[in-house]
């Protein structure tokens, strides 16, 4: 159907919907089996028997499988199995990591998935856009983007930027008017809405006319298929990483096999030993590990109401110094109330909480009626016509649909027994000049039931006061002089000095004949009618968050649109403002050069009466001086700061879904404490990911030299090369997973940001990687020497004794990769999940040596008790002899 040609009300009826109500919830199910839902085709994902076979793709694993035919050609059937067995049991691991990050990521997916605003059964709900369907009537405004294909019903100043379908950048403005075009392009189409595309300007309500695959979008899907999943620089390094120990393990298979032929041993045998060697040098399970690390991480960040939609953020934000973030609705309640009204040199107080609309008007102490009193009535009467708020009741709750400021307006003339739909009754609105970041202002165009027109301006009081050539005074107009000027900013002053914020209200008086075609039109020579002042109490958890920051090396500073005087009362109030720290205003800032600002920057810590345009200035500014900078927004004018800073934060609720597709992380709960809640979550993946990586190298490390110091010394191998495979991938793995789980260390949130340049090795890493293997090695080799010269002719034993030395000496070394300083600094027990892996493991090594049928598979005898004596003291040495020089170090 030619939508763009009809008439409204022929849209409706071949649509079978109704504009007034919307689709009933049972229709819209219906439409959901007819047409499906509305989502573009992804490409085909790879299925999960692909999945399964990509983990053998691995050149160390291929290596292995070849070494395991020649096994089974030589007649060595038991260590062919075996091996297979081992390589089997590796890569369902791996599939089930992968799996479950995969699984993760798509949850993550459809969290951040868009929410529309879709008119059903009468009321407006939010629904995800793959919800919507066919005849659905949905409404938006600027920074959202549209879900679906729509026939516009409604427009406001409408502008939508339509470049990912038309490669035109230049916003186009929307009408509701039929075209008489038959064959229009894209581009022409002024009363269609598509797919895809983002409002830049004003507000609209429009019905669905296609979903999905049928959309504009659809046809042309493959700009929007999903990004490629992409890596972090932690995960890139770490592959590095993994190129230089292939390599490394390349050459020592070389050099083991060739001093081992050397010495006497038979080549198949020291074939076999050295593609274990390479397979002990090389991790394997590294970046599955890294992977699942990540994707537990994003998922524990969802449960703190954060989402992370990059993954390189998480990394990033153990790096972060300097969080820049909104006042109102972040730090906090967002749920603004009036308190004070001024009107012509009188001042009203009112009382009550949130959004209830119950509460009572003073005037000093006495309680009086708003009706007997008509500049506070005409002001209430203008502040709830002039705004596109909702408040609606849910049982005994009332709750907001829209801007958190418009909303104390509504609840404040409810209050006083007015109500929206009462006031549409006597009023009708004909044109709107919706709110805008750079005037500060909205307007409306309204006609009373006597056909008088009014314009009626609501908007920051000082911008306000600039517009108005009259103020009403004791219930009449009159010029508003120099005198009059000065009492009104002293009223604004008075207010915002109570950490109040202030919005102004103004009204003309227009012809009925009067077309104003601009808000330059409208908003000018006014009449200025007062002033209502209300305050965003703090969030209470915020204060103990700026708090916890400050001792973590990262600074907070706040950024808004509110007057100097309320920034500075409240970040006073929650810790931000200190003596020694600066205020700066948005004239003084846009004054600067961004040279100029960085020059001062470090100072300050309020940026008061900003424009959303000035936060790039800033996080500029700040990453000049060398800081990582997390900058939060929410509009589509912050959508540039949230993308340049390090740390883009977009708020989940009052968000638009241009400042979210900006962004690297959305807050759910729109709370600073959740920034500060991921950044130490940021932190401990960090940590944990370091964690493993110490336990797996050293563990490579230890197994590496045992062998070497055997062959240097001509002594027998002490480990036979299933019993390395065994070691590697099987025993490692559990602890190593959940070292990735660890909770964060007490003081993880009392130190500096990390270096953004920090290597994998720093902070004595890479010391503790070689020491602690070297020591692993040498206690290992030492116990195969006790037991073998004791009893030349157990060779088996020996090497029986030395692999169980060698499990015990990782098992109890995976408790110290726990702390950066010392395995006595933390409980053994803080990590349940690391308890239960490392009995596990040690379960599957005691099988392994006394589990008879698994005996010649392993080159396994039982052990002695005596022996485990030996074993346990041995294995001990490498984490408790540098636990020892901790303390020494400590008391000295």
């Known amino acids: 159907m030619k939508f763009h040609e009809m008439e409204l009300n022929q849209v409706e009826k071949a649509l079978e919907t109704d504009f007034t109500s919307g689709l009933s919830q049972e229709e819209s199910a219906k439409r959901i089996k007819r047409y499906g839902y509305n989502e573009l085709e992804e490409g085909e994902k790879q299925s999960a028997l692909l999945l399964f076979f990509s983990q053998f793709k691995d050149f160390m694993v291929l290596v292995l499988l070849a070494a395991t035919l020649i096994s089974g050609l030589l007649g060595e059937y038991i260590d062919a199995i075996a091996i297979i067995a081992i390589v089997i049991i590796n890569g369902f691991l791996g599939f089930f990591q992968e799996r479950r990050?995969?699984?993760?990521?798509?949850?993550?997916?459809?969290?951040?998935?868009?929410?529309?605003?879709?008119?059903?059964?009468?009321?407006?709900?939010?629904?995800?856009?793959?919800?919507?369907?066919?005849?659905?009537?949905?409404?938006?405004?600027?920074?959202?983007?549209?879900?679906?294909?729509?026939?516009?019903?409604?427009?406001?100043?409408?502008?939508i930027e339509e470049s990912a379908l038309t490669g035109e950048s230049v916003p186009v403005s929307k009408y509701i008017e039929p075209l008489n075009n038959p064959n229009p392009g894209i581009g022409d189409m002024e009363n269609t809405g598509f797919m895809g595309t983002m409002i830049t300007r004003g507000s609209g309500v429009g019905v669905v006319i296609a979903t999905g695959m049928d959309t504009a979008m659809g046809q042309i899907a493959g700009l929007l298929q999903s990004?490629?999943?992409?890596?972090?620089?932690?995960?890139?390094?770490?592959?590095?990483?993994?190129?230089?120990?292939?390599?490394?393990?390349?050459?020592?298979?070389?050099?083991?096999?060739?001093?081992?032929?050397?010495?006497?041993?038979?080549?198949?045998?020291?074939?076999?030993?050295?593609?274990?060697?390479?397979?002990?040098?090389?991790?394997?399970?590294?970046?599955?590990?890294?992977?699942?690390?990540?994707?537990?991480?994003v998922q524990k960040m969802i449960k703190q109401n954060a989402i992370v939609r990059k993954l390189p953020a998480v990394e990033t934000l153990g790096c972060a110094s300097?969080?820049?973030?909104?006042?109102?609705?972040?730090?906090?309640?967002?749920?603004?109330?009036?308190?004070?009204?001024?009107?012509?040199?009188?001042?009203?107080?009112?009382?009550?909480v949130g959004y209830q609309p119950q509460g009572n008007f003073y005037r000093g102490e006495q309680q009086v009626s708003p009706s007997e009193e008509k500049a506070l009535q005409q002001m209430l009467i203008f502040g709830m016509l002039c705004n596109q708020a909702d408040i609606i009741q849910n049982d005994d709750d009332y709750v907001l649909d829209g801007d958190p400021t418009e909303g104390a307006l509504l609840v404040s003339a409810m209050k006083a027994g007015f109500s929206r739909t009462k006031l549409l009754e006597e009023f009708s609105i004909i044109k709107e000049f919706p709110f805008d970041s750079s005037r500060k202002m909205m307007s409306v165009q309204v006609k009373d039931k006597q056909g008088r027109h009014f314009i009626v301006t609501k908007g920051a009081p000082d911008v306000v006061l600039g517009v108005c050539e009259s103020i009403l005074w004791d219930g009449r107009t009159q010029y508003?002089?120099?005198?009059?000027?000065?009492?009104?900013?002293?009223?604004?002053?008075?207010?915002?000095?109570?950490?109040?914020?202030?919005?102004?209200?103004?009204?003309?008086?227009?012809?009925?004949?009067?077309?104003?075609?601009?808000?330059?039109?409208?908003?000018?020579?006014?009449?200025?009618?007062?002033?209502?002042?209300?305050?965003?109490?703090?969030?209470?958890?915020?204060?103990e968050a700026v708090k916890e920051?400050?001792?973590?090396?990262?600074?907070?500073?706040?950024?808004?649109?509110?007057?100097?005087?309320?920034?500075?009362?409240?970040?006073?109030?929650?810790?931000?403002?200190?003596?020694?720290?600066?205020?700066?205003?948005?004239?003084?800032?846009?004054?600067?050069?961004?040279?100029?600002?960085?020059?001062?920057?470090?100072?300050?810590?309020?940026?008061?009466?900003?424009?959303?345009?000035?936060?790039?200035?800033?996080?500029?500014?700040?990453?000049?001086?060398?800081?990582?900078?997390?900058?939060?927004?929410?509009?589509?004018?912050?959508?540039?700061?949230?993308?340049?800073?390090?740390?883009?934060?977009?708020?989940?609720?009052?968000?638009?879904?241009v400042a979210k597709e900006a962004s690297a992380l959305v807050l759910l709960d729109d709370n600073f404490a959740t920034i500060k809640a991921a950044i130490k979550e940021g932190r401990n993946i960090y940590e944990n990911i370091r964690k493993f990586v110490r336990y797996l190298l050293a563990s490579n490390v230890g197994e590496?030299?045992?062998?070497?110091?055997?062959?240097?010394?001509?002594?027998?191998?002490?480990?036979?090369?299933?019993?390395?495979?065994?070691?590697?991938?099987?025993?490692?793995?559990?602890?190593?997973?959940?070292?990735?789980?660890?909770?964060?260390?007490?003081?993880?949130?009392k130190r500096g940001p990390r270096s953004p340049n920090e290597g994998v090795f720093s902070r004595g890493l890479?010391?503790?990687?070689?020491?602690?293997?070297?020591?692993?090695?040498?206690?290992?080799?030492?116990?195969?020497?006790?037991?073998?010269?004791?009893?030349?002719?157990?060779?088996?034993?020996?090497?029986?004794?030395?692999?169980?030395?060698?499990?015990?000496?990782?098992?109890?070394?995976?408790?110290?990769?726990?702390?950066?300083?010392?395995?006595?600094?933390?409980?053994?027990?803080?990590?349940?999940?690391?308890?239960?892996?490392?009995?596990?493991?040690?379960?599957?090594?005691?099988?392994?040596?006394?589990?008879?049928?698994?005996?010649?598979?392993?080159?396994?005898?039982?052990?002695?008790?005596?022996?485990?004596?030996?074993?346990?003291?041995?294995?001990?040495?490498?984490?408790?002899?540098?636990?020892?020089?901790f303390l020494l170090r400590k008391t000295k």
């Not at 798509?106 to 605003?117: R, Y």
């Not at 969080?323 to 009107?343: E, P």
């Not at 800033?618 to 340049?644: E, S, Y």
């Open 101 to 159: 990050a995969e699984k993760s990521l798509q949850a993550l997916k459809e969290l951040s998935a868009p929410q529309v605003s879709v008119l059903r059964d009468g009321s407006w709900q939010k629904l995800p856009s793959k919800e919507i369907v066919l005849g659905d009537v949905i409404k938006f405004s600027s920074g959202d983007r549209i879900g679906a294909d729509i026939r516009i019903i409604q427009s406001n100043s409408l502008e």
């Open 227 to 297: 990004a490629e999943s992409q890596e972090t620089p932690l995960q890139r390094r770490l592959e590095q990483l993994g190129k230089i120990l292939i390599t490394v393990a390349l050459l020592l298979t070389v050099l083991v096999v060739v001093v081992g032929v050397i010495q006497g041993h038979e080549l198949y045998t020291m074939f076999l030993a050295g593609v274990s060697l390479a397979v002990a040098a090389i991790p394997e399970g590294l970046p599955a590990i890294v992977t699942v690390a990540l994707s537990l991480g």
């Open 322 to 352: 300097v969080i820049c973030s909104d006042k109102t609705g972040t730090m906090t309640q967002n749920k603004m109330t009036v308190t004070h009204l001024w009107s012509g040199g009188n001042t009203w107080t009112v009382d009550g």
């Open 704 to 749: 590496i030299l045992v062998m070497l110091f055997a062959m240097i010394l001509a002594l027998p191998l002490p480990l036979v090369p299933i019993q390395i495979l065994w070691v590697n991938l099987v025993t490692d793995g559990l602890p190593a997973m959940a070292l990735g789980l660890d909770r964060p260390e007490e003081n993880v949130m």
């Open 480 to 543: 508003l002089n120099k005198s009059s000027q000065e009492t009104v900013q002293g009223a604004i002053s008075d207010l915002a000095s109570n950490a109040l914020r202030t919005i102004a209200i103004a009204y003309k008086p227009v012809s009925a004949s009067t077309v104003l075609l601009s808000e330059q039109e409208a908003e000018k020579k006014l009449t200025f009618i007062g002033i209502q002042g209300m305050i965003d109490p703090p969030r209470p958890e915020v204060k």
């Open 549 to 657: 920051c400050k001792e973590a090396g990262i600074k907070t500073v706040m950024i808004t649109g509110d007057h100097v005087i309320t920034a500075k009362a409240i970040a006073k109030e929650l810790g931000i403002l200190t003596n020694k720290s600066k205020v700066l205003d948005g004239n003084a800032l846009a004054a600067m050069s961004v040279e100029e600002l960085e020059a001062i920057v470090d100072d300050v810590s309020v940026f008061a009466r900003v424009s959303p345009e000035h936060k790039l200035k800033i996080v500029n500014a700040l990453q000049n001086r060398g800081h990582i900078v997390a900058m939060t927004g929410d509009g589509v004018n912050d959508a540039p700061a949230i993308k340049a800073a390090d740390i883009g934060v977009a708020m989940g609720i009052t968000g638009t879904d």
């Open 766 to 885: 890479g010391w503790k990687v070689v020491s602690r293997g070297f020591l692993i090695g040498l206690v290992t080799l030492l116990a195969f020497i006790i037991v073998y010269h004791n009893d030349p002719n157990r060779l088996a034993y020996a090497q029986t004794v030395a692999f169980a030395t060698l499990v015990m000496a990782q098992l109890i070394h995976v408790f110290d990769c726990r702390s950066e300083k010392s395995v006595l600094t933390r409980n053994p027990f803080g990590n349940q999940y690391l308890v239960w892996a490392v009995v596990s493991s040690l379960l599957l090594v005691l099988v392994v040596i006394y589990y008879p049928p698994l005996q010649p598979i392993f080159h396994t005898l039982p052990i002695a008790a005596k022996d485990w004596l030996l074993i346990l003291g041995l294995s001990a040495i490498p984490t408790f002899l540098l636990a020892g020089t």
